[in-house]
Structure formats: C-alpha cells, structure tokens
C-alpha cells in the first residue's frame, strides 16, 4: 500500500510493503515492542519515524520526566476535562466529539500521536476503581459516546486508542484474573460498545486489556482480535497492549496484537526474532502485523508533524471543559423546586471539596491541570450572598466534632446550606477497587448535623461512580456533578442560580444499597477467576426484569423544566414522537428509546436501550424527534450459529425520560433471520426470569456450554499468579515478600491514601515484573524467581544470575537499535 510520511525534510510517498522488504527480521520484530515507556521505535536507516503515545481519557498526560503508568510522577499541563462517567451523563455524542477536538488539539500540540482513551468498560459493578473513567453500565450509551470522542480526537489527526478490549471490569488483581463468561453477554454486553466505536468511528488503534477472558489473555486472544476485531468489524489500526498486558509476545503478535507496551528492553523483541528462527510463527505474519501497524501510524506521526509545537488557547479550552461539566450535571432531587435559588439568596458553603474540588480520579488518567478553579474562588461571580465557608470534615479519617458543631453555627445563618460532599480520593482509584458504596462516615454525620441546624441543605455531590444515599431524606435538594474536571465549579454554581438548566441523566443506576446489585454475590473474582454469572443482566437490565426498586433509575434526571411526550409513530426502521418543553424554562431532554421484546424463544432483559436523543428546547417550544431503529436494536447474539441475529415476531418500542419512567409505547414487528433457537430454556431458569443472585454451578455450565474453569490456587505459583499469592509461597523468602508489602498496603490504606506503588505491585503477576521494569529484569529470570519460591531455591537463584548477564547483553543490542 502507498502512503505518505513527512521524512525529516519532506513528504513523500512510501510504499509500506517495499519498505518492509528492506527491513531485517531484527528491524522489524523491534518494531513491535516500545523503544521506551511512551515511545514506538524508528529505524532511521530507512526513514522510518517514531510516535509518542500518551494517557489519557479526560485530559493529556504527556510525561517528560520520570514515566509511570500511575500517574505519580508529573506531567505537562493540559487541560483537564471532566471525566468519562461524568460526560455520559450528558447523554450527547456531539459534546464528546467537541470535548474529543479540543484533546486532540492538545495532544498534537505536545507532540503525542496516540491518545490512549476513551476508556470504555462497562460498569458491571459500582465498586470498580475505574468507574469513573468509564462511560456506563449500557453498551449502546458507552458505544455512541465513545464514538463521538473518537471522531474528535482523530479529526485532529491524532489517533484515539479506546480501551481496555475487553471486559475488564474489575480493579483487584486486575493483570491476573480471568473473565469467565459465557459468548452471548460477551457479545451483547461487554463487546456491543467497543463495536459501535470501532465500526461507526474507525479508532486508528485499540488497547488490549491486562485480564485473560474464557482462559486466554486479551492481548493474545485470537477470536477477540483477529476473527471478532478485524474480520467481523472491520478494525484497520493497531493493538497495543495495556502497559505490562503482554503475556507471551510472540502469541501476542500471531493473534492480532501489534506492539508490546511499554519496552522490555529487548527482552521480548528477542523471543519474537527466536521465535520467527524456530519456527513457532512465520515471518510472513510478523510481516503483517509491521504492515498494519505502519499503515495506522504513519499517517499520525505525519499529521501531527504539521502542528506540534502549537499552541492552544487555554482560556477557550477551560471554557470548553466549564461547558462540558454544565451539560453532565444530573439533578436528582428538588423538592419545593428549591432549585434554582433565587437571587442574593444567603448562602452557607459547607464541605472541604468547596475549597479542594474533587474533579478526576486517581491513576493513570490524572491531569496536571493548566489552572483549577474552585467553588470558594468563583462564587463571587454569582448572584449569592454568601453566609460563610466551613469545610466541616476532613477529607479523610475520622469525624471531627469541632468542625461539625462550626458547621451547624455557620448553617444557622444563612438561608440555604450548599453542602459540599462526595466521594474522597481514595474511594476512586486506578488498582483499587471500592469495598462498599457509602459515602465517607464523617460526611453522613455532618449532613445530620447540619440539616437539624438548618432544613434547607442542597447536597452538591462529586464523585464518579454510584452511591448509596440512605441520607437523602434530610436533603432539600441534591444535585450532582460527577467528576467535573478543572471548570467544575463554575458548571455548578451555574445550575445553583439558573443560568444553566440541568439536563444530565444518570449513565448508571443508583441501587438502595450495595446488596441489591446483580454482581454483588459475583465480584469481585475468587481468586483466579472472575465468574460473570449474572450474564446479560448488569444494570437496569436486572432491576427492570425483575421489578427491583432502585433509588435512582438508569436515565434518570431532573430539570428546571418539563417535558411532555406525545403521538407515538412506529415503523420497523424508527420511531416518532413529539416532545414538547411545556415549563417555563429553556432546557434540554434526554428522550430514550428502549426495546421489549415480546417474542420469547430466547431469554431477554425486560428493556434494553437501543436510541437516545438530546433535545434542546424554548420554553413552550415542541419538536417532532425521530429515533432510528438501527441494526442493534432487535439482535440477540445466538451461540448456536455463532452470530447475532433477529428473532422475527413482535417487540414494543418504549419512549421515556428514564428506563423506568416511560412515556409512549407501541408495538412493532420485526421480520426475522429465522435462525435455529440457541439453548434448551429449561436448562436455565434464573436467566429467563431473571433471578441471578444465585445462579448454581450447574446452571452456570449449562449458560457456558462447558465445565467452570477451576480458578483455585494449588499452592504452586506461576509466573501468572499475582505477588499477593505469595502467601502460599513454599518458601520462607516469599511468605516473608508477602507479609512486607501487606503491612506495607495496610498502613498506607490506615493512612486514607493508598499507595498505588504498592497496590499494583501486591495485584500484579510475576510476569509483570519483567514486564514492567524497562528491561531490568527478563522473563527468564522472572521464571527464576517462581522457582525459588515455589521451594527450589537455589536452582531459582542461579537462573536469575544467569538470566541477568543474559539480559545486559539483549540490553545492549537494544539501545543500539535506532
Ligand atoms: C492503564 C491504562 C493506561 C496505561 C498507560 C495502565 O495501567 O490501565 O489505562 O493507558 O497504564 O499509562
């Protein structure tokens, strides 16, 4: 194929295949592997340039000193927008697409070809670490949305890289567990949105996950990457693994994967070339693999040779974050319409997030932001009298009685209390999962204090992911900004006052408690495996089917406004409806379109989400929307033909403001591919009607088409096994590994801050540790180490002295290697 690629003085036409032609095996297995943490190798010899790939999902994270895929060490300032979670709540595609422009323009400028997000797995759990990062619990909300950021990133001529493929659900022993699930949720759920970005915004690359799913690791799974990825969906860029997802290079590269990140220093590059030498995969493949890999890149690396360097308006980029955040902000409650407050009405701010923003979360994705504005900094520039400031708890930690009773004294003064309350830093966190869905002790307690001091408390919450709200009866009103990256502030001091009308609805379902969630009895995995028993029922897929109350539904959100939805049209290809705004306000609907279907021969979630459309409307103002109904909306996977397909026979069409509040319903028949029926329904009663708290083993078997893979440690460690299974180390010198960096997370965790060193650390395989240390270490002294602790001690140290000399050599090679 031709292409062009800006060499160092000009553009010209390169034919990629000629190219190859001239490489040496060495050049091209090189290629395959990063030349450092961020960087993709040259060879300069034939012209051929390098890229920079840089996190993250919500903002650039371009490191130019110390790199750590943590996000501890610093990183160049850029603008910090609100994260994914938050932005799904806006419900609007072209919001993520403007928000994708300005990272885009941001990340050519500071040179990085590859921006890894957005990140898109689904929410399978409230208590994931990652949540926030995330878009929703629903496949065809995450797909759109991430479709739409997408589109912006590359309309800038940086690649997007959306991640983690796939179904990586879950923090704890992230790099070592196993996704246990049967195809169709595989399909249906966790694979739906990575297929509706891949196939409607064509994502220059893709990032394989750390977890294996049904055995095999992500980033050598053939079916994921290959027959599903490329065959079916048509994915013409690259994969790259998560940073230390590499399990076995070489079956990475004969399965689909194209480059190993970040460097191991030669390590892997070396077994690729021995491999190719032996035989155990062909030149050929390693060939195609350089092939499809240049063919993405290069057009990046010459797209963004126009304009780095550039700068950017940051004034106009923070605008561009305050507007996102005004557009996500969810209202949940507003009784006596105390929202918005009338003008100069006295305020006290309670909360230490007024002072201190909670507005990302902690990881790989965090932002060096290029200013961070807060609540006590721009409230001047709104229409309120303000009563005082009292932070009222500490962020961490216990609660403090000194700072409650100053509170209350500070809420007696004013005519409305804004608390400032939320989830802390810890609870939101890369490697750490939450351990329940409560809010801090200290703030529940203060919240009680000052709602008997003074009734008229609007809860402002921050944080990404669901919580419990038992509290929410003392509340007037509650409103919610999500993670509302460096302009949130201002967002919602603006729907406070009224200048903004809230018009998020929630991209997750708020469930009464923990208990209630589908997952719960599920996750996280024991031990190796991660049992996805409660299939297609994540969700509102759960509590619809089976009439579960929730506190708030999926799609759920208040507005200053009201809607009415009338005259229901509906053919096989769309539906019609009119929406008219019948308040006195300006404002825009979330209008859903959800599908039930009536047809029975396979089992299915009592509504499912198949068309959304934002709609902005004057007050008085109506509209007729239309809604396609597109190739997703009737399919099922069917595991008996290894394909979706459409029952034929009838289906009701659902409009509503929310999954649970409905508005308009009809029926529509839909012509079937009159495919053989998948399973015998007898065999799996809890997933017809829905009752998956308790699935059985035998029922799960008959769900997999296969015995449960045994997930139970022996007691013999591999070089797969995280280091936290050190504790069934054969020898004194693991258990004692074990105990030290078990005290050691334990007394960070007493502290309220995690070390995040240390967690990845506890959670990450052996092999990681070969993976991750920049070539220090190699995988054949990795092996050593598994040796030694598993009781041959001395056999173990001597590979591992052998293995080093062995490495320094491989190392070497590889720093010449231009
Ligand atoms: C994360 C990725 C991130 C990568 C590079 C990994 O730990 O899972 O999301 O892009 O590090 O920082």
Redesign the pocket.
Known sequence: MFISISGKKKVRDVDIKKLIQKMTLEEKCYLLSGKDFWQTRSVERLGLPNVTLA??PHGVRKQEGASD??GLNGSLPATCYPTAATIANSWDPKLGEEIGEHLGVEAASQDVCVL?GP?MNIKRSPLCGRNFEYFSEDPYLTGKMAAGYIRGIQSKGVGACP??FAANSQELRRMASDSVMDERTLREIYLTGFEIAVKEAAPRSI?TS?NRINGVYANENEHLLQEILRDDWGFDGFAVS??GASNDHTAGVAAGSHLEMPTTGGDSDEELIQAVRSGRISEALVDRRVEELLTAVLPLREAVDQVKGKEYDREAHHRMAQKAAEQSIVLLKNDHRILPLAKQTKVAVIGDFAKTPRYQGA???VVNPTKLDSTLDVIKDFPLELAGFAPGYHRTGPADPALEREAAELAKKADVVLLYIGLDEISES?GLDRSNMKLPESQIRLLQMVSDANPHVVAVLSGGSAIEMPWIGQCEAVIHGYLSGQAGAAAMLGAITGKVNPSGKLNETYPLTYEDVPSAPYFPSRERNAEYREGLYVGYRYYETVGKPVRFPFGYGLSYTTFTYSDLTVNEKEASFTLANTGERDGAEVTQLYVCAKCSGVYRPAKELKGFQKVFLKAGESKRVTIPLDDKAFRYFNGKTDRFEVEGGEYEILIGASCADIRLSATVTAAGTEAPLPRDASRLPSYQSGNILAVSDQEFQALLGHDIPDGYWSGELDINDAICQLYYAKRWIGRLVYKVLTGLLEKSMAKGKPDLNIMFIYNMPFRGIGKMAGGMCSQYMVEGMVKAVNGHFFKGLGQIISGFFRQRKVMKKANGMK
Request: hydrophobic fraction near 25%; avoid cysteine.
């Open positions: 996190d993250g895929q943590l890894l990140g991640k983690h990032m750390y998560d940073w990881g790989s994705s890369e």
